[in-house]
């Protein structure tokens, strides 16, 4: 109940649709409570993210030549790819659920998993 009622997100989200978040974000390993629609794809997420907490976000970029997006991760290390839901996502990953962390880094953009500090 805490995570709901300090998480931000897009007010226009309805409840049923809402998935609450606890993302961490590295290298600060700063916690910050949010919420998104489940139905988004992982990318759009990211890019909510980086918004709402005023994150650099090269993932857009075609002028970036760092070769690094910003990527999502479950609390384990396992990348979410951009193209999937977050519904689907949750279906096939027991790690992410309501209230779960997952970890937002930049990181190599064909890493396939986070070697977690």
């Known amino acids: 109940m805490k995570?709901?009622?300090?998480?931000?997100?897009?007010?226009?989200?309805?409840?049923?649709?809402?998935?609450?978040?606890?993302?961490?974000?590295?290298?600060?390993?700063?916690?910050?409570?949010?919420?998104?629609?489940?139905t988004w794809p992982v990318g759009k997420v990211i890019d909510k993210t980086a918004d709402?907490?005023?994150?650099?976000?090269?993932?857009?970029?075609h002028c970036d030549k760092s070769g690094k997006n910003l990527l999502m991760f479950t609390c384990h290390g396992a990348v979410l790819r951009?193209?999937?839901?977050?519904?689907?996502?949750i279906d096939e990953n027991e790690d992410l659920e309501n209230g779960a962390t997952v970890i937002i880094s930049?990181?190599?953009?064909?890493?396939?998993?986070?070697?977690?500090?």
């Open 3 to 38: 995570m709901k009622m300090s998480a931000v997100g897009d007010k226009t989200i309805p409840e049923t649709e809402r998935i609450y978040l606890n993302i961490q974000l590295l290298p600060s390993k700063s916690n910050k409570p949010i919420f998104v629609s489940k």
């Open 52 to 61: 709402l907490f005023k994150l650099n976000n090269p993932n857009n970029s």
């Open 82 to 89: 951009n193209d999937q839901s977050l519904q689907n996502c």
């Open 106 to 117: 930049l990181a190599e953009k064909d890493c396939t998993y986070l070697q977690i500090p």
